[in-house]
């Protein structure tokens, strides 16, 4: 057995000597957060830019999510999917009012890549076929399913390791990104599903044209194929709406949330059309701790105070701040993305701007396109914070 070291011995951001050390790390210790802001055990302050990958969704340790959380799990810590629940029921609730008309059923997972593979697996069984349509750039998981329906050739390859994932690999057509005429001619009746993320995070923020998403619902359309949003990192009021979708006015048959939707608890949900949802009864489908009690009593707190406190508008608004302010900026070519999911691109690698910005006590987060520095803050950014952040990028490109 490894000996542990003790976390004093070690290099902040170096992994424990027991973990698998599969995580790039910050030299970051955080002990406390609120909002938008973070402290080390120095006490030293940090702006998070970056809100813990875009989970920090109504800030870190919102008052009401945390006391959610307390009042369930004094009251009953966990029961399965063996019993329903009220609390179980309100979010249902919730989720019906706030997501788009049409995809009232709901699953309850527990991460992004199962409420990915649940879509996928509700587009097998619903059109009997197995192939999917996938957009270059965009990331639906780590499990051998959603690594085969990436768009980011290096994460198809930890798929092609196995036989399994090479079987899955054998299935997956790739899209050149927001190329509607690709998409068209590559869904035909052979297609289960199109899996796209309407703005793509790991690819920077990179956001698809609405005439990109009304061709792929054409397209799913004339096939008979499932279109699916993963808005794992995209949905939950980031973008300037509840989803995607009904930012851009296109409604998929399947859409999956996760991240931010429990405010800092693990939960996935796959959202899912009657016409899709239709064929599926009990034991289809399954899972021990999705729609668990607590966490569900932390998202329908956190998704009530995102709808009370008018956050989604709250990131359009912050967005036109951002944009205005950044676009100005030396160094900075363009501003991508929508809301509070954007990608700065920048006339230099990300990586040094990034280590700055740290060293200045503000995170932001990296992505697949050297040049791109991410943000994905809190809804909660003050517009004193979204200033401190321009003002210290100027310092730091200039
Ligand atoms: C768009 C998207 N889909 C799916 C996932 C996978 O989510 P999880 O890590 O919760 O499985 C991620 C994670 O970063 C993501 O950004």
Not at 51 to 79: K, N, R, S, W
Not at 117 to 127: G, H
Not at 310 to 333: F, H, K, M, Q, Y
């Amino acid at each position: 057995m490894l000996k542990d070291t003790g976390h004093k011995a070690r290099a902040a951001g170096s992994p424990h000597p027991n973990e698998l050390p599969v995580f790039g790390r910050l030299p970051l210790e955080p002990v406390r957060g609120r909002a938008s802001e973070l402290w080390d055990a120095a006490g030293r302050r940090f702006l998070d830019m970056y809100g813990g990958h875009a989970v920090a969704l109504t800030g870190h340790c919102h008052p009401e999510v945390v006391a959610a959380i307390c009042a369930q799990a004094d009251a009953l810590l966990f029961y399965s999917n063996a019993v329903p629940l009220v609390v179980r029921d309100r979010l249902f609730t919730l989720l019906a009012e706030l997501a788009p008309r049409g995809l009232d059923r709901v699953f309850l997972v527990n991460s992004g890549a199962e409420a990915n593979e649940a879509a996928r697996s509700l587009a097998r069984r619903t059109t009997g076929r197995a192939r999917v349509v996938t957009v270059e750039g965009g990331f639906h998981g780590r499990s051998l399913a959603t690594l085969a329906v990436s768009g980011i050739a290096h994460y198809r390859e930890l798929a092609a390791t196995s036989e399994a994932g090479r079987a899955l690999l054998g299935m997956t057509a790739v899209c050149p990104f927001d190329d509607a005429a690709a998409l068209s001619r590559l869904v035909d009746d052979t297609i289960a599903a199109v899996i796209v993320e309407p703005v793509q995070g790991l690819a920077g923020a990179r956001d698809c044209s609405p005439a990109f998403l009304r061709a792929a619902r054409r397209a799913c359309d004339l096939a008979g194929a499932v279109l699916v949003f993963d808005e794992v990192q995209c949905g939950c009021g980031r973008t300037g709406a509840f989803t995607a979708a009904q930012a851009y006015g296109v409604l998929p048959d399947v859409l999956t949330l996760a991240k931010g939707i429990a405010g800092g608890l693990p939960m996935g949900a796959a959202l899912i059309a009657e016409h899709v949802a239709e064929g599926i009864g009990s034991g289809d489908m399954g899972t021990t701790f999705g729609g668990g009690p607590v966490p569900c009593a932390a998202a329908v707190a956190n998704l009530e105070v995102l709808r009370d406190e008018g956050l989604a508008d709250r990131a359009g608004a912050l967005e036109r701040r951002l944009r205005d302010a950044l676009v100005t900026l030396p160094g900075v070519i363009r501003v991508q993305g929508r809301g509070l999911l954007l990608g700065v691109v920048l006339d230099r690698p990300a990586k040094p701007v990034q280590q700055a910005l740290f060293e200045r006590g503000v995170l932001v987060g990296s992505a697949e396109d050297p040049r791109v520095l991410r943000l994905l803050p809190p809804l909660v950014l003050t517009e004193a914070e979204a200033d401190e952040f321009v003002q210290v990028l100027k310092e730091v490109l200039s």
